[in-house]
């Protein structure tokens, strides 16, 4: 299968601040980058989509202005997420793709905001 | 939206075979039958894939029946290293929503 990074693997930060999560494609270049989060004992929750050199498409009742995607090359994008709050503690998961086809999935990056 | 309903939790006896079903009645013609599972605090690890036939490989089996609303993942012989949440997606492969899935946990 694909190799997939994430970076950090887990991060600890303070409410407001803003944490960046790098995903990388390691061995294909990703034309579509989808981002997804999980909450504790739930299910994954596809937050949205990016295709390389666009604007991301979010799913409803995600933010774009709080989760700021950036698909700037095809095998790199982040994911910000702004101004963070305990609730915006998580798992997030990307998943890099060549468009359609068989999905494979990063390691996570957790993140607890205190 | 996830399209596939699946038992919440299943027990296996360590070296058994590990039969996890789906119901995926409202499947269209073009969507595949994927599974994926993940480990404690990692990403989705994929399993296999199939459109209407029959597939294995080296980690799996997956049985879709002819009406192609059901399917079944065989794990031949279980380990405690299986045990894990299993998704079933139906997808026409360009966008992967996750159900609950089946927490499967292998006995010794």
């Known amino acids: 299968g694909a190799v997939v990074s994430q970076h950090p693997s887990w991060v600890i930060c303070k409410s407001g601040t803003s944490v960046k999560i790098e995903c990388r494609s390691l061995?294909?270049?990703?034309?579509?980058m989808f981002w997804y989060r999980q909450f504790p004992k739930q299910s994954l929750m596809l937050m949205a989509t990016?295709?390389?050199?666009?604007?991301?498409?979010?799913e409803q009742g995600v933010e774009k202005d709080k989760f700021l995607i950036n698909h700037a090359s095809l095998t790199l994008s982040t994911l910000t997420v702004t101004s963070a709050h305990p609730e915006d503690s998580s798992f997030y998961i990307c998943?890099?793709?060549?468009?359609?086809?068989?999905?494979?999935f990063g390691p996570g990056t957790r993140l607890l905001v205190l | 939206d996830a399209k596939t309903t699946q038992p919440t939790s299943m027990d296996c006896a360590e070296g058994r075979a590990a039969n996890l079903p789906c119901n995926h009645s409202?499947?269209?013609?073009?969507?595949?039958v994927y599974w994926y599972r993940q480990i404690h605090s990692q990403g989705p690890q994929y399993i296999i894939h199939?459109?209407?036939n029959n597939e294995t490989n080296e980690m799996a089996s997956l049985i879709i029946t002819e009406d192609r609303k059901s399917s079944t993942l065989i794990l031949p012989h279980a380990t405690l290293r299986d045990t894990a949440v299993y998704y079933c997606?139906?997808?026409?492969?360009?966008?992967?929503?996750f159900g609950t899935g089946t927490s499967l946990t292998v006995i010794p």
């Open positions: 990016s295709n390389e050199g666009s604007k991301a498409t979010y």
């Open positions: 997606i139906v997808t026409p492969g360009n966008q992967f929503y």
């Open positions: 199939g459109l209407k």
């Open positions: 409202t499947i269209s013609g073009n969507e595949y």
């Open positions: 061995d294909f270049q990703a034309t579509t």
């Open positions: 998943s890099p793709s060549q468009g359609e086809g068989t999905q494979y």
